[in-house]
């Protein structure tokens, strides 16, 4: 029928008719290329361990690691950050600066396991500091910047010896992309590129993370109970900017923003200001939500989750970071 009142002479619905227009039109576009998946490497259990808040999501034994990532690549899944599960900490996180510690270890297995895809090493050391921070501890409590910086370029070293693709620095300390930029240069790693997790603010959507990694805060009273003075403050957008163009400055190849969803500002900004490779990190709480939602009968998982996903790269990013990465690759296959 037509209406008394107007007559549009513009229809955008018309593009929306059929499945095959919608097809035809559609501006944005997810692959499985598209998916990084974190995954959780514990060097003390022999049978893989659920992680409550993280349903679906699971710490692997170290001896286990080749073939689950087997099974994720069959899956479709080509790009892995790995993160560790140590019981070998101490007030630096040696244990992740040295050959045959479990850093070196599980980097080169999956390397060995999956020579064809990207290894991505999350350097940073607070899986593997007693205290649970990013970094040894000053006198004043705090983590000290440039003892940090120093060690995070030997972690970065030993994971490009390990045969890591790339080596991603996430915590938050300044100077650190250069300083592993230099380090890995002197040691004929030249050719390894840096993904920096150029803007990582102080999130508590990490939550489920800490408990899965083993680095939640607070064991002892003398250090800081947060990472409020790393990671950056949530109020902040040009800061973030900031912290992108020094990245890059410092030598990054690629940059990261941290957490995704309420953070898709951040991501838009860093895309259009720098045009570099770009990615978001889809965190633990996030997941921990959606799945809260799906078991509750509020939300379906599979649909949300591939929405999700979308406004992330419609939003910018050349890929993310995602615990759901198995799931939506199987689900983009099927299609
Ligand atoms: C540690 C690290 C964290 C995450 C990735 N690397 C936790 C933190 O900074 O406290 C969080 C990932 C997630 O929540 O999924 N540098
Ligand atoms: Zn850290």
Excluded at 2 to 13: A, D, I, L, N
Excluded at 59 to 72: A, S
Excluded at 109 to 115: E, G, I, M, Q, V
Excluded at 320 to 329: E, G, H, K, M
Aim: some cysteine; aromatic content about 8%; overall charge negative.
């Amino acid at each position: 029928m037509t209406s008394k009142y107007f007559t549009p002479e513009t229809r955008h619905r018309r593009l929306r008719k059929t499945a095959a227009l919608r097809d035809l039109v559609r501006e944005t576009h997810l692959t499985p290329n598209d998916l990084i998946l974190p995954l959780f490497v514990d060097e003390d259990i022999t049978e893989k361990q659920a992680i409550s808040s993280m349903p679906n999501v699971f710490r692997h034994p170290e001896k286990d690691l080749p073939q689950f990532l087997k099974e994720c690549r069959s899956s479709g899944v080509n790009n892995f950050i790995l993160f560790g599960v140590s019981y070998n900490k101490d007030d630096e996180g040696r244990d992740s600066m040295k050959k045959g510690g479990l850093l070196h270890r599980m980097i080169s297995s999956a390397k060995d396991t999956l020579p064809d895809s990207n290894i991505i090493a999350d350097v940073c050391f607070c899986e593997y500091t007693d205290h649970g921070h990013c970094g040894p501890i000053a006198e004043d409590g705090d983590v000290d910047n440039d003892a940090t910086i120093e060690n995070i370029a030997q972690q970065s070293i030993i994971a490009a010896d390990a045969g890591a693709d790339i080596i991603a620095p996430s915590g938050m300390m300044d100077g650190q992309v250069a300083s592993i930029r230099a380090g890995l240069d002197e040691n004929g790693f030249e050719q390894i590129p840096v993904l920096a997790y150029a803007a990582k603010f102080a999130s508590t959507y990490y939550g489920p993370f800490r408990d899965a990694a083993g680095c939640a805060l607070g064991k002892y009273d003398h250090v800081a109970k947060d990472r409020k003075s790393y990671q950056m403050d949530p109020a902040n957008a040009h800061e973030s900017l900031r912290e992108a163009e020094q990245d890059l400055l410092e030598g990054a190849d690629m940059l990261m923003v941290k957490p995704g969803l309420a953070y898709l500002d951040i991501l838009h900004r860093v895309k259009q200001a720098f045009q570099v490779p770009t990615f978001a990190y889809n965190v633990s709480g996030e997941y921990a939500m959606l799945k809260a939602a799906h078991a509750n009968g509020w939300l379906d998982y599979e649909t949300t989750m591939m929405e999700t996903l979308l406004s992330f790269k419609r939003a910018g990013a050349d890929g993310i970071l995602t615990y759901s990465a198995v799931d939506a690759a199987r689900i983009l296959n099927d299609n």
